[in-house]
Structure formats: structure tokens, C-alpha cells
């Protein structure tokens, strides 16, 4: 850039100045960085010492700025300078707080802060300030697509915030399954009886809100676009076609009681007196209406005894049936037995379990089910065969292990939650015609990846459960609810507020240009060289998020909006021509190759450590501020995600005499953690190939090595650096030093 104007700030407070020498850094970022302005200042984020560096920017033109400081992590408020290109060089929490305070380390400490100062220069001068995105959304209106209680519930959140919500359900009425219960767990104090559901209530105020537009008997026919410029295509009744433009979308369509016909030796679909817990609610709708009590469905007889059998097709490790737990059945049971019991306590309720679960307050109403009478009894049904117009519930008692036998009027079947989630795109066309029941979609995107959001392997729409909830692989688009995870309605309520949340958010950031989670505000996007493209198409496969279509010549098609600014793209190209402004293959590169690098004969190796910036980066900061101390010889650049590393890397820095290199990212699999969903797994993948080329340059396999690392192994992420420097130090100095 012929306008760049460069500028390093050497920071020597927070102990920075006592322990290494300051005025040498600022030396070598004027010397060996060609830093065009350098400063030195004794408390660098203090009103004074960012009013210096503003004053510079105003007055001297810099356009890029490199603060040698405290973690990139920390202070981001007041070394925010918009317009300007910045990168941080760590010297407090990445050197003086990871290393001893000894005479004997300071030589070494200072090494440290030496090529920390180097690689910030070396890669701000890569560095580009990002224009943003060009192609910006302008629409704030958001489509629920459900009108259940998580759909209704989302709706008025975001009308109530001040958005346009069009809802799309496509049932004759709003309300949803839940519509169909008689009572709810309750979910207030004093948790001792059944609810009312409320559902009349939350339906009356969708279809009051002024800001809230609805579709009943309507399905998406078509949803494409991206976070501000989505155009859905809504069939109503009739067959018509109406197209609603919006900015954010959220899924909201429930689940589908597991099909009790699938339990044939538990009387399911063969004897009417076996029912599921939708069935009862029916019965007990039903049974409210005509101010009768619940009657057994053969034959409309008294109900005398009623069994509750938990579990029944769930938690089943035999491939059969469903293999998780949906949470609330067991609630849901007692909240049933308390219907028979409030109708008449002579009623016998029996609920039988292997274990009960009863999470949080649930377990107050638990006790309010035992103070009622209802008899929990530790068992195993094996079947339920009709004996005239009674049940005989043959079952394993698990507390005497011993079988026997129950009569029953009415066995009720706590069977799972199935989401309704549409087709899973992981599962293979062929195999998909072979099913008995045939997903329909339910979003129809139009998306190269496939027409819904990708599942996980029990089907339930894909989120990142423990960072990012709601928030799915398709940007702008999130899941609320029981499509999400197993919940009851308390649960699925609360889901449904923080999905509209994360729309809102998406519309904003949608409307600024900026990237939606987790890199929240950056205005980067990915740009590729075409003139050296092969058309691998390793980018538009690769990427987690559905960003990256084909043009009519196949060359990769940006679709900035959708973009994570993960670098999962970057990291896939073979030939290296995807980049970021502010992120780049060269950015990384550049550092790698800046470091003063010592010869074979110093005893002093080199070990490059590529940290995710959410998760690994932050545990060794944390490391170092719980006092926990790591190798001098390792130099750590973060990277966005493991999906960004890009082969070349490794092969430079190998090349180049570094003597190691860790690769430290979220945890990979289907409990994943990475914040970018498959980025850790990508990167695993990739390095799985390096053996090969470290062969063939004569390198032991184990100078790359590749850790799952989280945010909360703060103990173990420094171990993890010291274990691995004690082994190159064993295997001795890479070959390549006296090549470099």
C-alpha cells in the first residue's frame, strides 16, 4: 500500500518495563520491523497513552498500528481506533506472566519479547483495513417458521423488541403441540400441582401484535439469500405463493412424539389401553371438556389403576429405538398421575423407572406426586398383553430382582421427542429413499449444501450446545426449542427468547456489514485470486456455513453475509489464493518467518505454537495469569480456527528451522466444541496428511503434533507446551536450521 503508514507502541507498565528491556524493543521494531513511528510510553491504555496514539493517527497519518502490550484479549475497548490496521505483540500475559522472574530466565524472557515485537511488525505490514461488506441486508423483519409456544414465544419477543415477525405455521391454528396438553409442569412456586398451559393466552397476543404477521396452513416453498436479504417463498392455503423478505429466521418446529406402534411388545399400537403421554393429554382434554373423569378408551370403564412405564423406546442402546432421554418425561409422568390422583386419590398411580429424573425445582414436584399417593417403583417392563379389558404389565423389579406382574386399566408409554428437523443433509440420497417415513424439508433452501440445516447424528437440528446455542451452521438462521435439543416448555420458552435475541442480532450486524458470531463486528470477508484458482472446490465443500457457492465459470462464489470469517476456506486452498483483509495466509507467513531463529548449536529450540483464538489462546493467557509457567522456546500465534491453518504454514516453518510445531484448537467430533463447528475437525484432518511430507523432508512425524484443547484447561495447556518441548528437546534440533 503506497498510503500505509506504520507505527509500533511499546507498552512498559504492568511490570512489562521491570522485566524485560523496553527500549530494545523498540529498537529492533524500528531497525528489523521498519516500523515507520515508534513509541515507547509507561502505561500505554491509559487515557494519556491512547490519546498518543489517536493524536498519531489525526496528525501523522498512520494507518496501521502494532501495540507490543498486554494479550490482544485484553484492553480492546481502548485499543479500539477505527479505520486503522491493528495487531497486538503479547508481552505481558504471553512472556513476563508465562515465564519466571529469575536472573537465570531473563535472557531468555527477553528472546521471547524480542521475536514477539518482530512477527507484529512482520505481520501488520499484511495487513489491510477491511472495508466491509459491500452487499449489506437492509431487511429487520424476522420469520418464525412454527407457531408452537417456542414460535409464538420467539415472535413476541422480537415484536415486543421493536422487529417485524411474520410467522409461518402450518397447522389450521397458531399453538402447537402444546395446545394439545391438558395442564403443564409447573414452572413457578410452589411446584406442587399442574398448570394451566397458557397457550389461549400466548396465541391471543401473537395474533393481536401489530408487529406480528401469521401464515396458518402455510408452508416455505423456497428460502434463499442471506442475514438481511433473505426471500422466502411462503405457500398459503389455497396453493397461492407469497414472498416475504427478511433478515433472520428462526426454526421453531417442535418434535413429533416417538411412534408408540414401534413398541409392539408394550401394547403399543395393537391395544387401546396403551397409550403415549400426547394420548393421555388428549384423553384428558377430552375428558375436562365433558366434566368426566379419565376413562379407560377400550371401553369407556372406570380407570382404577393407571401405569406409567418411563423410557419406553428411549435411552435404548440396542439400535432399535431412540438412544438419548428427552428430558422431561419423567415430570411429565408425575404431572399425569397427579390427574388421576386430583380426580380421586384412590386411584392407584404407579409409576415405573430405572431412574428417575427430576432436574432442579422438578424435584419439589416430585415430592408433591409422593404426598399424593403416587407409588414410584423401580422396574423394567418387558411387555403388556391385554387379560380382557385390563393390561398385565409384565416387569423386571430392580430392587428385589425378582419378576413379576401388574394389572393395569390404562398403561401410558413415556415415549421421546423426535424434531422435526427436515432432510439431514449428512445422510446420502440413496440411503434416504430407503427410509420408512421419508423427511420432508422444512426450510427449502436454496443452498448448494442442501435444501435444511445439517442435524445432529439423533436428528436434532445442529447448534453449538455449550457456546453457542441457537445459533446453527446456516448464519442467520437458528433453532429454537425442542427442533434444537430435548426440552420441556419452561426450557423450550426461555430457547425461543434467546433465539429471537440472536436474530435480532443478526439483522443489525446484517445491516452494518459487519460477521455475525463469534466474530461479532468484523468487517473482513474473504476474497479469492481467481486468476490462480484450479476449481478444486475444496472451499465450497469445506465451508461449515454454506457461504461459499460457484459462479458460471465454477469459480467460488462469496456470499459475504453468510460468512463466519472462520478461514476454513483460507486454510482448504492448496494453492493459497483465499485471504482475508486482516487475515491472511501472508499475515501468518510473515510471522512465522520473522522470528530471530537460533542455529543448530544454541540449545535453544523453536517451537511454533498455532492457538485458536477462542478457546486455546484464552486458556494460556489464563494460564499465565494463574501463574502457571510454559517453555521460553515456544512462540504462539493465534489463529481464528483450526480450520484456518493452511499446509504452508507448516512446511515454512519447518523449512525455516522451527523445530516443532503444536497445533492447539476446540474439542472435534459430535460433541464438538469448536466455535466454528468443523473447523478443529477439518484441521485434524489435514494434519493427518503431514506425515508424508515430514518423511520426505527426513523430519520425525512428531514435530507436528495437534491438541484439543479447551478454554477451561488452563492447568493442562501449559503442561501440554512443556511435555512437548521436553520431547523435541529429546528427538534434538531440527536438520533444517542450517538450510534456513
Known amino acids: 500500500m503506497a498510503d500505509m503508514k506504520t507505527a509500533a507502541y511499546v507498552c512498559s507498565g504492568c511490570g512489562i518495563g521491570d522485566r524485560i528491556d523496553a527500549k530494545q524493543l523498540e529498537r529492533i521494531a524500528q531497525k528489523e520491523g521498519k516500523m515507520q513511528l515508534v513509541r515507547g510510553h509507561e502505561f500505554l491504555c491509559s487515557a494519556e497513552g491512547v490519546a498518543l496514539i489517536r493524536e498519531d493517527i ?11 502490550a498486554c494479550s490482544r484479549r485484553a484492553k480492546t475497548d481502548a485499543f479500539a481506533f477505527e479505520g486503522v490496521a491493528i495487531t497486538r505483540a503479547n508481552l505481558r500475559e504471553g512472556v513476563i506472566w508465562s515465564q519466571p522472574d529469575t536472573e537465570d530466565a531473563r535472557e531468555l524472557t527477553q528472546d521471547m519479547a524480542d521475536d514477539y515485537v518482530r512477527m507484529a511488525c512482520a505481520e501488520l505490514k499484511r495487513m489491510k483495513v477491511p472495508a466491509g461488506n459491500p452487499d449489506r441486508g437492509t431487511s429487520k423483519r424476522i420469520l418464525v417458521v412454527g407457531g408452537g409456544l417456542s414460535g409464538m414465544t420467539a415472535a413476541l419477543a422480537a415484536a415486543g423488541a421493536g422487529y417485524d415477525v411474520v410467522i409461518v405455521e402450518k ?273 427449502n433452501l436454496a443452498y448448494r449444501q442442501g435444501p435444511d440445516m445439517p442435524q445432529l447424528k439423533y436428528g436434532f437440528t445442529d447448534s453449538h450446545f455449550i457456546c453457542f446455542p441457537y445459533e446453527t451452521r446456516r448464519t442467520g438462521i437458528y433453532a429454537a426449542g425442542p427442533v434444537r435439543r430435548p426440552m420441556d416448555m419452561a426450557q423450550a420458552a426461555e430457547d425461543a427468547t434467546g433465539a429471537a435475541l440472536k436474530a435480532i442480532q443478526a439483522v443489525e450486524n446484517a445491516g452494518l456489514g459487519r460477521a455475525a458470531h463469534p466474530r461479532v463486528g468484523d468487517l473482513s470477508f474473504p476474497t479469492a485470486r481467481l486468476e490462480g484458482c484450479t476449481q478444486c472446490k475444496r472451499c465450497t465443500v469445506e465451508c461449515p456455513f454454506g457461504a461459499i457457492d460457484e459462479d458460471e465459470k465454477r469459480y467460488p462464489l462469496f456470499n459475504e453475509s453468510r460468512c463466519r470469517r472462520c478461514g476454513t476456506c483460507m486454510g482448504a486452498c492448496p494453492v493459497r489464493v483465499i485471504s482475508f483483509e486482516n487475515y491472511s495466509v501472508d499475515t501468518v507467513g510473515n510471522q512465522i518467518k520473522a522470528i530471530d531463529m537460533p542455529d543448530e548449536f544454541s540449545e535453544k529450540p523453536r517451537i511454533l505454537v498455532l492457538a485458536c483464538e477462542n478457546d486455546a489462546y484464552p486458556a494460556l493467557d489464563m494460564a499465565a495469569m494463574s501463574g502457571a509457567m510454559y517453555s521460553a522456546f515456544v512462540r504462539v500465534i493465534p489463529v481464528r480456527c483450526l480450520g484456518s491453518v493452511n499446509t504452508i504454514w507448516i512446511t515454512d516453518a519447518l523449512n525455516g528451522g522451527w523445530d516443532g510445531v503444536m497445533l492447539m484448537g476446540c474439542k ?39 491438541y484439543e484443547v479447551a478454554i477451561t484447561d488452563v492447568a493442562r495447556v501449559s503442561q501440554l507446551i512443556n511435555e512437548y518441548v521436553a520431547k523435541i528437546q529429546e528427538i534434538g534440533m531440527s536438520p533444517m536450521k542450517g538450510f534456513a
Open 58 to 68: 489525526a496528525k501523522e497519518g498512520v494507518t496501521h498500528v502494532a501495540i507490543a
Open 668 to 706: 472435534k467430533g459430535d460433541d464438538y466444541q469448536c466455535h466454528f463447528v468443523k473447523g478443529s475437525e477439518m484441521a485434524a484432518y489435514r494434519m493427518s496428511k503431514t506425515d508424508d511430507t515430514l518423511k520426505q523432508m527426513g523430519l520425525e512425524t512428531e514435530r507436528v503434533a495437534t
Open 171 to 443: 397447522q389450521a391454528a397458531l399453538g402447537g403441540r402444546a395446545a394439545q396438553w391438558h395442564r403443564r409442569i409447573p414452572y413457578r412456586n410452589p411446584y406442587d400441582a399442574p398448570v394451566e398451559t397458557g397457550i389461549a393466552e400466548l396465541v391471543a397476543a401473537a395474533g393481536a401484535h401489530p408487529r406480528i404477521k401469521v401464515h396458518v396452513n402455510a408452508t416455505l416453498a423456497q428460502t434463499k439469500g442471506a442475514p438481511g436479504r433473505f426471500s422466502v417463498s411462503v405457500c398459503v392455503e389455497g396453493g397461492d405463493m407469497v414472498t416475504e423478505e427478511v433478515g433472520a429466521i428462526v426454526q421453531a418446529t417442535g418434535f413429533t412424539p416417538y411412534d408408540i406402534a414401534r413398541l409392539p411388545e408394550l401394547g403399543g399400537g395393537t391395544n387401546p389401553n396403551v397409550v403415549d403421554q400426547a394420548g393421555l393429554e388428549r384423553l384428558a382434554l377430552e375428558a375436562a371438556a365433558k366434566g368426566e373423569p379419565i376413562r379407560r378408551p377400550s371401553d369407556g370403564g372406570e380407570v382404577k389403576r393407571v401405569v406409567f412405564l418411563q423410557c419406553a423406546g428411549q435411552r435404548d442402546d440396542s439400535g432399535a429405538h431412540l438412544p438419548y432421554c428427552s428430558g422431561h418425561c419423567c415430570l411429565t409422568s408425575i404431572k399425569q398421575a397427579m390427574y388421576f390422583k386430583d380426580a380421586s386419590p384412590s386411584i392407584d398411580t404407579v409409576v415405573m423407572y430405572t431412574d428417575l429424573r427430576t432436574p432442579g425445582l422438578g424435584e419439589d414436584f416430585y415430592r408433591a406426586g409422593q404426598a399424593r399417593g403416587i407409588l414410584f417403583t423401580k422396574g423394567r417392563a418387558s411387555s403388556v398383553t391385554a387379560d380382557g379389558a385390563l393390561c398385565k404389565v409384565a416387569f423386571r423389579d430392580l430392587i428385589l430382582d425378582e419378576d413379576a406382574a401388574i394389572d393395569a386399566d390404562l398403561v401410558v408409554l413415556a415415549t421421546g421427542m423426535v424434531a422435526n428437523s427436515g432432510v439431514n443433509i449428512d445422510i446420502p440420497e440413496e440411503e434416504r429413499q430407503k427410509m420408512e417415513v421419508k423427511p420432508v424439508s422444512v426450510l
